[in-house]
């Protein structure tokens, strides 16, 4: 269990470690399992991880944003048809948008301008312009995805009727 549910091997180890450390801590108490101690101890090593996943989320702050979201390389696609397609609904998505969402997506996503020199083009503080970027990010997604309903799909066609025999 512990490591299932934990990060690494040494970590494992401290959760064994401390759930029986825990455990004996309650028995010399008078508490704890009196039957069942496999599923007893199961669950303390459980409810540690957890508690220290929580808590390691809280302290471990990335030490650069750009290497957290540095870009992967990307395998070339082999279906064409299927990237023009993709990148046409990318177009009238995009072209639906409002005009201000349009700029704040196309300084940042396109030119790559740092966020502070976008906020100084639209007037704005950082935090203003980083939830503009996020409504338009959202815009985009779901006019993408009606753009995406609004195609007809071959694999759906509607029977013709018969023609009536004369």
Same mark, same amino acid.
């Given at each position: 269990?512990?490591?299932?549910?934990?990060?690494?091997?040494?970590?494992?180890?401290?959760?064994?470690?401390?759930?029986?450390?825990?455990?004996?801590?309650?028995?010399?108490?008078?508490?704890?399992?009196?039957?069942?101690?496999?599923?007893?101890?199961?669950?303390?090593?459980?409810?540690? !991880?957890?508690?220290?996943?929580?808590?390691? %989320?809280? *302290?471990?702050?990335?030490?650069?944003? +750009? $290497?957290?979201? @540095? #870009?992967?390389?990307?395998?070339?696609?082999?279906?064409?048809?299927?990237?023009?397609?993709?990148?046409?609904?990318?177009?009238?998505?995009? !072209?639906?948008?409002?005009?201000?969402?349009? %700029?704040? *997506?196309?300084?940042?996503?396109?030119? +790559? $301008?740092?966020? @502070? #020199?976008?906020?100084?083009?639209?007037?704005?503080?950082?935090?203003?312009?980083?939830?503009?970027?996020?409504?338009?990010?959202?815009?985009?997604?779901?006019?993408?995805?009606?753009?995406? %309903?609004?195609?007809?799909?071959?694999?759906?066609?509607?029977?013709?009727?018969?023609?009536?025999?004369?």
């Amino acid at each position: 269990m512990a490591r299932q549910v934990a990060r690494t091997a040494t970590d494992a180890e401290d959760l064994v470690a401390e759930a029986f450390a825990r455990i004996l801590d309650v028995l010399n108490r008078g508490g704890g399992p009196t039957t069942a101690f496999r599923a007893y101890l199961l669950t303390t090593v459980r409810n540690l !991880a957890t508690t220290s996943n929580t808590q390691d %989320r809280r *302290l471990h702050l990335a030490p650069d944003v +750009d $290497l957290v979201f @540095a #870009e992967q390389p990307r395998m070339p696609s082999i279906d064409s048809v299927s990237d023009a397609i993709d990148r046409s609904l990318l177009a009238q998505a995009f !072209a639906r948008l409002p005009l201000r969402w349009q %700029r704040v *997506l196309w300084h940042l996503e396109v030119e +790559d $301008l740092p966020l @502070a #020199e976008v906020a100084d083009r639209f007037g704005m503080n950082p935090n203003g312009v980083s939830a503009l970027a996020y409504r338009a990010r959202k815009g985009l997604r779901e006019a993408y995805l009606d753009a995406d %309903r609004a195609i007809p799909d071959p694999r759906k066609r509607s029977p013709r009727p018969m023609a009536d025999a004369a």
